[in-house]
């Protein structure tokens, strides 16, 4: 091969050079593709001007007329207000009273916090820095080892990458040109079976090991059947409540996921109105946190209803910047990676991957495998938008020509291979050296918790998301029994 057939080869390793100078990402995307089009109207005939004109149209002709990617802003707006809103801290509270007396109670509650949090949203540092912030000071008030303390919090802070409605399923939806709700149903099973693997690990760990997570006293929480009545109404029924709007439309094929996303956003708007303005004023407080109980007791606060109302529109107004802000982030790169897969399918880099994979002699089984390696290694270094919208572009033309035979029929291929990239993208999150979830952690963690211990402290739940991906694998009606249950 000559220089110009080169091209694309030479076009990823600079990607992934510029990827680690620390520049934003949606610019090393869109300048390596812009430089890399440059040298293919220099040194490549079949590159010219008029190919690069399809950049625009796609920008504005595929991303902002989309009208699937609606719902993410909607989404990241649900999850940002319930966390800003206290909805998310109340829920936490009530969890870990309901769980006190089962082994690694508070650990659980992490866990199924994050589960129900992974359901309102897919922003992983808002989740992970949230419960980080909520939990990891009471868990080590409480005696719970550090290891088990972070480890629970990072992971179950992840889940929102998979549990629908993930951000995450809606880029890989548009990228494959497959139905969302599709994806998303294909992906609830495997949520709740990573959900599921890290609550078995807990309560056995720490059944054979209590020391781990010493059990609270006996006279924590509640003191009459009542409160743990008003309890579980005030917030534990709401979120969950709200869940099942989104997901039960979707699922039962009541609304599109941009239409359920809309009813979330809004939802979250109207629990937020409920938990600052209306509960404060007739005298409820919020459950507040101490070093050895909940303080249930209720009693009037605020300073009357328009100045919880004031309170509250700040609290949407700031919801709404943060909502911005990550949106335009997730764009950026979505812009960013437009050009550079564009550009390197005009370079010939589908010709030479689609070559190399028939010059290695790899069935369908050792290409899948072999992506899959090369995901998790990526996870190493790089955030999954990059992933996603770096490897899917490039590799689909060859997902979409794998067969398994009688182990998964042809037509659900694509949905298979899309759920076992997001449960395999998830351990990106917590893989050093560059584990997101990790830095944004340690940034609002205590400072007696070292890097070291969480680094400790997330192998056994990676391990866990190494054998869920393995299950989904091996017995893939994990992920499409669902689907067929209700989509045919």
Known sequence: MDFVELLPVFMFLALAAFLFTGFPVAFVLGG???????????????????????????????????????????????????????????????????????????????????????????????????????????????????QLATGSIASSGTLGILIPPSIMLVIMADLLARSVGNMFVAAFLPGLLLAGLYIVYV???????????????????????????????????????????????????????????GVGAFGALLLGFINLVVLPTIGVEQMRFTETEVDLDDHAVGGGFMSELK???????????????????????????????????????????????????????????????????????????????IVLPVFAPI??????????????VVYWFAILMAVNLQTSFLTPPFGYALFYMKGVAPSDIKLQEIYKGIIPFVILQVCGLALVMRFPEIALWLPRQLLE
């Open 32 to 146: 390596v593709g812009f430089a890399f089009a440059i040298l293919g109207v220099i040194f490549n005939d079949f590159v010219v001007i008029t190919d690069l004109a399809a950049i625009p149209s796609r920008i504005f002709g595929g991303l902002a007329e989309n009208l699937i990617l609606t719902a993410v802003p909607m989404f990241i707006f649900m999850g940002t207000m319930l966390e800003r809103s206290g909805v998310a801290n109340d829920l936490l509270n009530c969890l870990q009273v309901l769980l006190k007396r089962v082994p690694g109670g508070l650990a659980l509650a992490v866990i199924i916090m994050g589960t129900i949090m992974a359901a309102t949203t897919g922003i992983i540092g808002a989740s992970v820095v949230m419960m980080t912030l909520l939990a990891l000071p009471v868990m080590r008030q409480r005696g719970y080892s550090a």
């Open 399 to 412: 997902i979409e020509l794998l067969d398994f035979g009688d182990h998964v029929e042809k037509r659900d």
């Open 203 to 261: 309560v056995i760990r720490c059944s054979l090991n209590p020391s781990l997570a010493p059990l609270p006293k006996d006279d924590f929480g509640p003191d009459s059947i009542g409160k743990y009545v008003v309890m579980v109404f005030r917030s534990f029924v709401p979120p969950v409540v709200l869940i099942i709007l989104v997901l039960g439309s979707i699922l039962m094929g009541l609304a599109t996921p941009t239409e359920a996303a």
């Open 311 to 389: 309170h509250y529109w700040g609290i949407v107004g700031d919801a709404v910047a943060r909502t911005a802000q990550t949106n335009a982030m997730i764009f950026g790169i979505f812009i960013g990676a437009t050009i550079f897969s564009l550009v390197f399918r005009l370079l010939g880099g589908d010709e030479i991957i689609v070559n190399f994979v028939e010059e290695t002699g790899f069935g369908s089984w050792g290409i899948l495998i072999l992506l899959m390696a090369l995901v998790f290694f990526l996870g190493f270094f790089f955030d999954w938008i990059e992933i996603t919208l």
